[in-house]
Structure formats: C-alpha cells, structure tokens
C-alpha cells in the first residue's frame, strides 16, 4: 500500500541498517546474519503493529519482491547471500511501493559501483567475457527448457570479479530515501 506521508522510522531503519552493512561487508566480506535477521522480524513486527494483516502482506510481498533478484544471482551467480537477506529485511520494512523505488536504486548503483571497480582494476574485458557467458549460457538454458543446466554453462567462480554489494545496497538506499522525501508530494 502506498503511504501518501513517507513514515521516517521505516527509512531510518533501513539506512542505518544498510550502513552497518556496507561496513561489515567491506571489513570481512560478510553481512552478517545478526544483521539481517533481527532487521527482517522487526519490519514484520513493525508491519503487524501499525497496520494489521493488511500492512503485513505488503511487508511480506515486498520482502519477495527485493530478495528474489538476489536468490537467484545467489543461487546461479555465486552472489552473496547475506545480500539477499538484507534486500529482503529492507522490503520487510518498506513494503512494494517504496522497496520498488529502493531495488531500482540499488541495481543502478550496483551497476554503477560494479563498472567503476572493473576499470579501476582493468578487468572489463574479462568482466565482459564473462557477462556474454552468462547471457548466453542462460539463454541456451531457456530455450531447451533446462534451467538445472543453467549454472553449469557459467563462468567458473575464480574468473568472476566480486565486489562487496552491501557498498551498493547503502548507496541505493541512500538515493531512494533521499528521493523519497525531496520529491514527495
């Protein structure tokens, strides 16, 4: 449901929870479970408490909808799971509407992120060796209706380049909450 008055509770929650992240993740490559999990049942808690069973399917919903990307370069992409955790705490506290606006944010700065390390290291020729790779082994996988198949055609884990996404997530996070309040109606 969208809120018409932005609540500052549910941002604030979520910045400084995305900041811990990015911190913990750029220290030890890790967001932490202790991190992500109390975040997570207090936006239930917190959706159960000021809106009922209504709010609490909107938490949930959006609890779906920002940790699905996420499992799924988990699960195929050797991604971060503690980064799918923590997207989904995130929409767990602000729902479809906002946590929309915050996936959206967070995948251009992932993007944005991801591209500035690969130059700075020189390694976009192989990054983009490896994104046709991906990209094509994919689309083989779903044309022969074999997505079990899928994660064998990708790149071997070595050859990826990795980069701590919670930066990204804090970022993203950032930009959408600061949009949220300057251009809300």
């Keep these: 449901m969208w ?25 030890s490559r890790r967001i932490p479970n202790m991190l992500t999990g109390p975040v997570l049942l207090l936006g239930l808690v ?3 408490w000021i809106g009922g069973v209504e709010e609490l399917s909107d938490t949930l919903a959006g609890c779906a909808l920002l940790t699905l990307p996420y499992a799924l370069l988990f699960v195929f992409a050797h991604g971060g799971a503690g ?3 923590l ?5 767990a506290w602000l729902g479809v509407a906002s946590g929309t606006v915050v996936l959206v944010s967070v995948m251009l700065s ?62 993203g996070t950032c930009i959408a909450a600061g949009g949220t309040f300057v251009w809300h109606p």
């Design 110 to 171: 992932g993007m944005v992120l991801g591209l500035g390390l690969v130059v700075v290291r020189r390694r976009l020729g192989s990054v983009l060796t490896n994104l046709y790779t991906m990209v094509s082994g994919l689309c083989w996988a779903l044309a022969r209706r074999r997505l079990s198949e899928g994660r064998v055609l990708m790149p071997a884990v070595r050859q990826m380049e990795t980069m701590p996404y919670g930066v990204a997530i804090f970022a």
């Design 46 to 48: 917190h959706a159960l």
């Design 83 to 85: 980064d799918a955790k």
């Design 87 to 91: 997207m989904g705490a995130i929409g």
């Design 3 to 27: 809120d018409p008055v932005p609540s500052v509770l549910p941002w604030t929650v979520v910045v400084l929870a995305t900041l811990v992240a990015a911190c913990t993740d750029l220290a």
